[in-house]
């Protein structure tokens, strides 16, 4: 939806002259917000009191004072009160703003909607500086939010401090933490919080949004804060997923307490790529109630290539619904009603109309332009009360003179340039700290030589800035000011000479490291090095040491709050300030700079630079340092290339390493011998331990075996992708160093993969279990809470299936995705949602409860870059819809095929196998298509399906979907055998079929009771090829009960259907049509409509519609 409100967009005035200086052109100057309209009450920024009347309110002052004096002939008192009367800050907070009242009617259209059970889609204002994005927002929002009840917030971001991580976001977060620690129902909102949070993730938001101890109880907390956060910490992109997903958890906390909660980000033009990440990713979480999100940027500085357009974009394209609101100047007649408002004067055209006409001609209608134009006009005498006739007056023509020799960027400068010494000083360096400052960072920033010589006050200048509307106090914590507009401050900034700027950014750094106490400091660490390096190049090489370990600690800090495009310019600037020569420095230089480039690469796999990841680590390794230093630039290596899907170069890295560190080379090719070998040596070193023995083993402290276990943590995962032989060994190699030297988190990986492997290839389902719980139990660890996720995933996909029923797998892995977002490990959450997906079509869940799941699943993959795991579970979502008849591109004539919108057999097949290489991917597109094609009973195009793909078992190891594709393997090969035109070619279906079931069969005897039924099956179909009546109608009644039974409904139906079939042949009309009755009950109960229809038509005299 978008509401355009751009009468004009004209630019205004060109490139004036200051002082030496280009001053921008005021157009160009980044902004969105319209201080002449603002009122930031609920953000803080206004104060009501006598030393902010505005404009209008000073007018109708004078027109009282005037009535009082002609009453009184107190001509005497009239003047002593006009001279005392202030005309400081001119704003638009009590007027009307004129020519916005269907926008304003619209957001509080959207207001009113907001409620506990829906989330607003964002809003987004566009439009150039001074148009009054801000005054709009917060006159149609803020206030009408307050009388609701509700909370409104915000934070803006800030042109000359962008490199700060979520700073506007994080400005918001701490106010609606101060709303929550005052609201009636405090108590439970933060109790509602540490449940949604726990201890490891409230750590996580407070070390990364300052001043939000108000959503937490912080009694007995400080203590252990830092060590906590320590020990669960996250790095990498499983940081940024982790820091997303607390936000979110802790905005749905907050609002499910709340009527309403309003979240206004200002400037997102100058917003950091991690806050960008953030608010996309609030955006996008359709579980957060009663929240709504607006923002505001100047869309002239923001170009289609800009990241914050391609985040609008996608977000539409991902199904937001976003509302843009797009403003523009104002036209004259607009011009006239806010003049007269101002002047507290009649509109007509005669008496305000020409003065009106001047300040559009010279505005183009940009309303901050017309408040500050008229001020100057004030100023300078040029617009005058009249107190004879009780109204304004002033000169037409010198106005008019006026708009031929200036701009209204030049008038704020040279206003300034009025100011006394210490005053422009003051401006200068508020307006280097940015658009808000506290008064102690202000006073500590200030160099007292640059004023010693004045005799004017800090308090008098700090209230004179206030009088005259360039900057106002936070209403919640009156030590901290804030510019009244971004123009102010841009004005003040360019009053600096350009050759000056820098320098004195730089001296602030160091005036500010100077006076600020340690805890300050670290508070102000990103803008006390981002001011200190703009000095770098003037500085000693002692400095330039001591600056570069400053940018180091300012990376990791960035790091650690997920702020990884921040990091980046730390780390480089870091490394700009060392330079190569360092490395021959002492140890302890080289230590920092090991640790510099590790942790670079890192920051830069992250957001994708990754020439400069790999020159890094190249350049790194290629200083024949020890093993042990440069670990962590290998594990990065490692990362790089798996997210690359290039296991071969992961594998191979992993190898060199651990020979590197001095343990036994892993053969990439072993031979079977080989396998067995090793699956010997472990089995004899479990020594026959239960599960609680094994996850209590010592704990592994050893460095070297610690990082050797990593690398087999990485090769497993490597292997398990491409070298399906290799991975065996790596997974036994692990388990004997574990039960020789002791548990880590490694070790949850390890016991997992042993549950995978005997409940698989090895055919231990038993012992596999107890593999499985042994990583379960060692997850529960505090110190391995990273890895249950991970643990499972593993389990409960891969290894309690084979012992336990499949609908049972489906609560744990759901959890495994939740507790993946909540630790960071992404990875594993999408792949126990994309498990999850495929099993609830197995185990025969209803279609259409799982469809919006399966719409949530893809959405939430989509998001995350999982498209790997999203293309494995769009099989299951379009078989799903079609069936279920949800499917509208459904092909009516041919019901069976896997095609529409989410799937296309044919392209989702070739993209598998020849474009993403995945012979995994492939065999889930073929083993739905098969289970379609059994479903409508197509079997010459599953037999023609499966002659053409093979045998897809070794492609899904462990799977569930490895045991269904041997049911229907045998299930098509048993139909092509009844139907064989040739006793060969019966027999060699019948073998086929013998083989799946004696597979099956051998899965059953160790324990597997999801596939009894179809093997019943099978073994009915059986009967029929040999003409065994009686057997094979047995077998049906089995198969039919023992699907029931397990709460396999699609089988039930299948068994009943393929019943309805025999009878036939047999002419058994009874039978006939009561398991075609009950195949029908069966279809629908499954809700798949597409085929209880199709089963009514085809069998019309045993189904009675109902």
Not at 552 to 560: C, D, E, F
Request: charged share 25%.
């Amino acid at each position: 939806m978008t509401v355009t409100h751009n009468p004009r967009r004209n630019k205004t005035v060109p490139d004036v002259e200051v002082g030496g200086t280009s001053a921008r052109r005021l157009s160009d100057l980044s902004i969105t917000i319209s201080a002449p309209e603002k009122s930031r009450h609920s953000l803080g920024l206004v104060r009501e009191d006598s030393a902010t009347t505005s404009f209008s309110a000073t007018s109708k002052q004078l027109s009282k004072l005037v009535v009082e004096a002609s009453r009184s002939s107190w001509e005497g008192r009239l003047k002593e009160k006009l001279q005392s009367t202030t005309l400081g800050q001119l704003r638009l907070s009590d007027l009307k703003l004129h020519g916005r009242e269907d926008v304003l009617t619209l957001l509080e259209e959207k207001l009113a909607s907001i409620g506990k059970d829906m989330k607003q889609g964002p809003i987004v204002v566009a439009g150039v500086s001074g148009v009054g994005k801000t005054a709009l927002v917060e006159r149609g929002l803020e206030r009408p939010a307050q009388r609701r009840g509700m909370a409104f917030v915000g934070g803006k971001f800030d042109l000359y401090n962008n490199a700060l991580p979520y700073s506007a976001f994080a400005e918001a977060l701490a106010r609606l933490a101060k709303h929550v620690a005052s609201h009636p129902n405090a108590a439970k909102i933060k109790g509602d919080v540490l449940e949604a949070l726990g201890e490891d993730d409230s750590n996580v938001i407070l070390e990364a949004m300052q001043d939000c101890d108000g959503f937490f109880d912080m009694k007995g907390r400080k203590r252990h804060r830092r060590q906590s956060f320590r020990l669960n910490q996250t790095v990498g992109k499983d940081a940024v997923s982790r820091m997303q997903f607390a936000i979110r958890r802790l905005m749905k906390a907050v609002c499910s307490n709340m009527d309403g909660v309003v979240l206004f980000i200002d400037d997102l033009q100058w917003s950091d790529s991690a806050s960008l990440d953030l608010l996309q990713s609030l955006a996008q979480d359709e579980d957060i109630p009663s929240l709504l999100m607006v923002g505001a940027f100047r869309d002239d500085e923001v170009p289609e290539h800009h990241p914050l357009a391609l985040r609008i974009k996608e977000l539409e394209r991902n199904g937001t619904a976003i509302t843009r609101i797009e403003l523009g100047n104002l036209e004259q007649v607009a011009v006239q009603n806010l003049v007269a408002d101002v002047l507290d004067m009649e509109d007509s055209g005669e008496k305000v109309g020409p003065l009106a006409e001047i300040v559009h001609n010279k505005t183009n209608g940009n309303a901050f332009f017309v408040i500050f134009f008229l001020r100057s006009l004030y100023d300078e005498g040029l617009l005058q009360y009249n107190f004879g006739i009780a109204s304004w007056h002033w000169d037409k023509e010198r106005v008019g003179e006026k708009l031929m020799t200036e701009n209204v960027s030049s008038m704020m400068i040279i206003k300034m340039q009025r100011f006394t010494k210490l005053s422009q000083h003051v401006i200068k360096v508020a307006a280097c700290l940015g658009a808000s400052f506290s008064k102690q960072t202000l006073e500590a920033a200030l160099d007292d030589n640059e004023y010693s010589d004045d005799s004017s006050s800090m308090a008098d200048t700090f209230n004179m800035f206030e009088d005259e509307g360039l900057w106002e106090r936070d209403e919640n914590d009156l030590d901290t000011y804030r510019f009244a507009h971004d123009e102010i401050q841009s004005a003040a900034y360019q009053m600096v000479p350009a050759e000056r700027r820098e320098s004195l950014k730089g001296d602030i750094g160091a005036h500010l490291m100077e006076k600020l106490d340690p805890d300050s400091l670290n508070r102000h660490l990103f803008e006390i090095v981002s001011l200190r390096n703009c000095a770098a190049s003037s500085l000693s090489a002692a400095e330039r040491m001591d600056l570069a370990d400053l940018n180091l600690q300012a990376g990791i800090k960035a790091s650690k709050n997920a702020a990884f495009d921040s990091a980046v310019i730390y780390y480089e600037t870091a490394r700009e300030l060392w330079g190569q020569n360092a490395w021959k420095e002492d140890e302890s230089i080289s230590r920092k700079l090991i640790d510099l480039y590790t942790k670079e690469a890192q920051a830069r796999f992250v957001v994708g630079h990754l020439d400069i990841m790999q020159s890094l680590i190249d350049e790194l390794l290629c200083k024949d340092l020890p093993i042990q230093q440069v670990f962590g630039a290998y594990e990065v290596k490692i990362l790089a290339a798996q997210a690359a899907n290039d296991f071969d170069t992961a594998i191979n890295v992993g190898l060199e390493v651990r020979r590197r560190l001095g343990f036994k080379a892993i053969p990439t090719k072993p031979s079977l011998l080989a396998i067995l070998w090793e699956f010997r040596k472990t089995n004899k070193a479990f020594a026959g331990r239960s599960a609680e023995e094994l996850a209590s083993l010592p704990k592994l402290t050893d460095e070297k075996v610690i990082m050797g276990q990593r690398m087999l943590e990485l090769l497993g995962t490597s292997s398990f992708q491409a070298n399906q032989d290799m991975y065996p060994h790596v997974v036994f190699r692990k388990i004997q160093t574990m039960l020789k030297h002791g548990l880590n988190r490694s070790s949850c990986d390890g016991f997992s993969g042993a549950g995978i492997l005997l409940s698989g290839p090895f055919g231990d389902p038993k012992r596999g279990r107890e593999m499985g719980k042994a990583a379960e139990l060692l997850a529960q660890n505090p110190e391995m809470k990273m890895m249950k996720s991970r643990v499972l995933f593993c389990v409960q996909a891969l290894v309690y299936h084979h012992t336990s029923s499949l609908q049972g797998t489906l609560r744990p892995l759901l959890e495994g995705y939740q507790i993946g977002l909540r630790t960071g490990d992404t990875e594993s959450a999408c792949w126990s949602i994309g498990f999850r997906s495929c099993y609830l079509w197995f185990a025969s869940c209803k279609l259409k409860d799982i469809v919006p799941e399966y719409r949530a699943a893809v959405t939430a993959l989509q998001q995350m870059n999982q498209d790997a795991i999203r293309l494995c579970v769009m099989p299951y979502y379009q078989a799903a819809k079609n069936l279920s008849g949800e499917g509208v591109e459904l092909d009516t004539d041919r019901p069976w095929l896997l095609k529409g919108t989410e799937c296309n057999f044919d392209e989702a097949l070739a993209f598998a196998k020849n474009t993403a290489k995945s012979t995994m991917l492939a065999a889930y597109i073929i083993i739905v298509q098969l289970d379609l094609f059994v479903i409508y009973q197509q079997w010459d195009a599953a037999k023609e399906l499966l002659i053409k793909e093979g045998d897809l078992r070794k492609f899904v190891p462990g799977f569930f979907q490895g045991l269904r594709f041997t049911f229907l393997e045998g299930l098509i090969s048993l139909k092509a055998a009844q139907t064989a035109a040739s006793w060969m070619e019966r027999r060699k279906w019948r073998r086929r079929a013998k083989k799946a079931m004696k597979i099956m069969r051998g899965r059953i005897s160790k324990g597997n009771c999801n596939i009894v039924h179809t093997l019943q099956l099978l073994a009915a179909e059986l009967h029929v090829l040999n003409g065994k009546t009686k057997e094979a109608e047995e077998s049906y009644k089995q198969a039919q009960i023992g699907a029931k039974r397990a709460g396999f409904v699609n089988d039930s139906a299948l068994a009943h259907e393929l019943a309805v079939l025999h009878f036939l042949e047999t002419g058994d009309e009874y039978w006939t049509k009561h398991n075609a009755k009950l195949a029908h009950e069966a279809y629908v109960d499954w809700q798949a409509k597409v085929k209880a229809d199709l089963l009514q038509r085809q069998y019309p005299q045993y189904i009675v519609e109902e």
